[in-house]
């Protein structure tokens, strides 16, 4: 264990325990703001007490988010400064915006919009939570712009051994912004409407508060249908995207060690020890070709020789990022996508049907169903990240060329251990508090913060 690979640890494990929490609050933050909508429309108590009961819940999920977040961009200067120094006036811009703009709008609104309950007017609130909902995806959408960077480099020119900004509107526009970022506000979404499937689902069994739950399993269906239909149409052109600019990704994903005319989808695939080889594999024909270019005829280059051309482009070196990774990664990944699309319809059926009377046995399914979502985005990340390997910013900057080279393996070792646990801790903490307000139900509130106005983080009776 040397300095880069307890970096790069440090890194991902902070980085999945963050992300975690984000596709949530991105989606939920936008169905609470519906809700309080609806209740602001029509004046019916059952949509503020929906309001409330689901507010509740992001607000547990946004804090974490926030306490996971922070450690990320001090690993830049520590952990990363020479990628700091290489492409600082690059990448801090979009960063200095999101926490200068977006996050504090968020912040702050969410603020007003927790201790503004009977203290502001109806519009002023839902103004609010609306502002909070923006936010969030704002915030989202400058985060994205920086990563993009990493994976499409745009607007730049090398001066003095560093990346300088010559345009930040290509910044703004960056292909790869184009495409990443519907499908991570696709799949916050889904998130949301599968963790409100869940909850709902399991009140609904229980018969707690019949209108509050079947309204929001009914809601939260329409947007899972929605949400996950946009994140695999555009996951397509996503694929379409980086077949074109990070070619060694998509090979690494399907297990092509060969170019094919035309190309081939694997559905089993083992390669050797070398990562050069394949030693067996079961493929369905022309399907890579018409994922990759909508069309049953082009070519995929594989895996040897992109390797060939990189090392003749870049120099002696090993581009071929972590194989089994990448490619797991991305079958999880599908494969999470395409169930939720199924129990997303069956959720559908079910509302729209007016089968959700707690006797339904299909509503049994979905609490364990929270989870899908979570694996889906977080191999997504993993493929995404992984099989950009080697490059720290693609074509310019390898992994190793960004590591700090004042740190020790030590210093490393033990920040690693002491976030590994305390975010453990942490998100122990934040599951028990999701479950205890989760499980309380979605009765009004008590006479407590009846009388003050506020909204309290305290299960109902």
Same mark, same amino acid.
């Given at each position: 264990?040397?300095?880069?690979?307890?970096?790069?640890?440090?890194?991902?494990?902070?980085?999945?325990?963050?992300?975690?929490?984000?596709?949530?609050?991105?989606?939920?933050?936008?169905?609470?703001?519906?809700?309080?909508?609806?209740?602001?429309?029509?004046?019916?108590?059952?949509?503020?007490?929906?309001?409330?009961?689901?507010?509740?819940?992001?607000?547990?999920?946004?804090?974490?988010?926030?306490?996971?977040?922070?450690?990320?961009?001090?690993?830049?200067?520590?952990?990363?400064?020479?990628?700091?120094?290489?492409? =600082?006036?690059?990448?801090?811009?979009?960063?200095?915006?999101?926490?200068?703009?977006?996050?504090?709008?968020?912040?702050?609104?969410?603020?007003?919009?927790?201790?503004?309950?009977?203290?502001?007017?109806?519009?002023?609130?839902?103004?609010?939570?609306?502002?909070?909902?923006?936010?969030?995806?704002?915030?989202?959408?400058?985060?994205?712009?920086?990563?993009?960077?990493?994976?499409?480099?745009?607007?730049?020119?090398?001066?003095?051994?560093?990346?300088?900004?010559?345009?930040?509107?290509?910044?703004?526009?960056?292909?790869?912004?184009?495409?990443?970022?519907?499908?991570?506000?696709?799949?916050?979404?889904?998130?949301?409407?599968?963790?409100?499937?869940?909850?709902?689902?399991?009140?609904?069994?229980?018969?707690?508060?019949?209108?509050?739950?079947?309204?929001?399993?009914?809601?939260?269906?329409?947007?899972?249908?929605? =949400?996950?239909?946009?994140?695999?149409?555009?996951?397509?052109?996503?694929?379409?995207?980086?077949?074109?600019?990070?070619?060694?990704?998509?090979?690494?994903?399907?297990?092509?060690?060969?170019?094919?005319?035309?190309?081939?989808?694997?559905?089993?695939?083992?390669?050797?020890?070398?990562?050069?080889?394949?030693?067996?594999?079961?493929?369905?024909?022309?399907?890579?070709?018409?994922?990759?270019?909508?069309?049953?005829?082009?070519?995929?280059?594989?895996?040897?020789?992109?390797?060939?051309?990189?090392?003749?482009?870049?120099?002696?070196?090993?581009?071929?990022?972590?194989?089994?990774?990448?490619?797991?990664?991305?079958?999880?990944?599908?494969?999470?996508?395409?169930?939720?699309?199924?129990?997303?319809?069956?959720?559908?059926?079910?509302?729209?049907?007016?089968?959700?009377?707690?006797?339904?046995?299909?509503?049994?399914?979905?609490?364990?169903?929270?989870?899908?979502?979570?694996?889906?985005?977080?191999?997504?990340?993993?493929?995404?990240?992984?099989?950009?390997?080697?490059?720290?910013?693609?074509?310019?900057?390898?992994?190793?060329?960004?590591?700090?080279?004042?740190?020790?393996?030590?210093?490393?070792?033990?920040?690693?251990?002491?976030?590994?646990?305390?975010?453990?801790?942490?998100?122990?903490?934040?599951?028990?508090?999701?479950?205890?307000?989760?499980?309380?139900?979605?009765?009004?509130?008590?006479?407590?913060?009846?009388?003050?106005?506020?909204?309290?983080?305290?299960?109902?009776?």
């Amino acid at each position: 264990m040397d300095v880069l690979t307890l970096s790069r640890l440090q890194f991902a494990i902070t980085t999945v325990y963050h992300f975690f929490f984000v596709p949530l609050t991105l989606g939920l933050a936008l169905l609470v703001a519906l809700m309080e909508t609806m209740y602001v429309v029509t004046q019916r108590d059952v949509y503020r007490d929906m309001t409330k009961f689901w507010g509740k819940l992001f607000v547990i999920n946004f804090a974490m988010g926030v306490v996971t977040g922070i450690v990320q961009e001090f690993q830049f200067g520590m952990n990363w400064s020479e990628y700091s120094r290489f492409v =600082g006036d690059i990448f801090g811009a979009p960063l200095a915006v999101e926490a200068l703009l977006a996050f504090f709008i968020e912040s702050t609104f969410l603020g007003v919009w927790i201790f503004g309950w009977d203290k502001l007017g109806a519009k002023a609130h839902l103004a609010a939570i609306w502002l909070v909902a923006l936010a969030s995806n704002l915030s989202a959408l400058w985060i994205l712009i920086a990563n993009s960077f990493m994976q499409e480099p745009v607007g730049y020119v090398l001066r003095n051994g560093r990346a300088e900004m010559v345009d930040f509107f290509a910044l703004l526009l960056n292909p790869n912004v184009l495409v990443q970022f519907p499908h991570v506000f696709a799949a916050g979404l889904t998130t949301a409407s599968f963790f409100v499937l869940g909850i709902a689902a399991w009140h609904l069994m229980r018969g707690t508060n019949p209108e509050v739950f079947q309204r929001s399993f009914t809601i939260a269906a329409v947007f899972a249908v929605l =949400g996950v239909g946009l994140v695999i149409l555009n996951g397509h052109a996503q694929a379409q995207h980086i077949y074109k600019t990070q070619p060694m990704k998509i090979a690494t994903a399907e297990g092509l060690f060969e170019t094919e005319t035309p190309a081939s989808f694997s559905l089993f695939t083992i390669g050797d020890r070398t990562g050069t080889q394949e030693i067996f594999s079961l493929r369905l024909p022309y399907a890579l070709s018409l994922l990759a270019c909508n069309n049953l005829t082009c070519t995929v280059e594989g895996i040897n020789n992109l390797q060939a051309q990189y090392v003749q482009q870049f120099g002696p070196g090993d581009y071929v990022p972590p194989a089994w990774v990448v490619y797991w990664s991305f079958r999880a990944m599908v494969g999470a996508g395409f169930l939720l699309l199924a129990f997303a319809l069956l959720a559908a059926f079910l509302a729209l049907s007016e089968m959700l009377e707690s006797k339904n046995r299909w509503l049994r399914v979905f609490p364990f169903l929270i989870v899908l979502p979570y694996i889906a985005t977080t191999t997504g990340w993993l493929m995404t990240e992984v099989g950009r390997m080697p490059w720290i910013v693609y074509g310019l900057m390898r992994v190793e060329q960004g590591v700090s080279t004042t740190t020790t393996v030590l210093s490393v070792a033990l920040t690693l251990v002491g976030f590994t646990l305390i975010y453990a801790l942490l998100m122990a903490a934040t599951i028990y508090l999701l479950m205890k307000f989760a499980r309380a139900g979605g009765a009004p509130q008590t006479n407590a913060s009846q009388e003050t106005g506020a909204f309290v983080l305290q299960p109902a009776d």
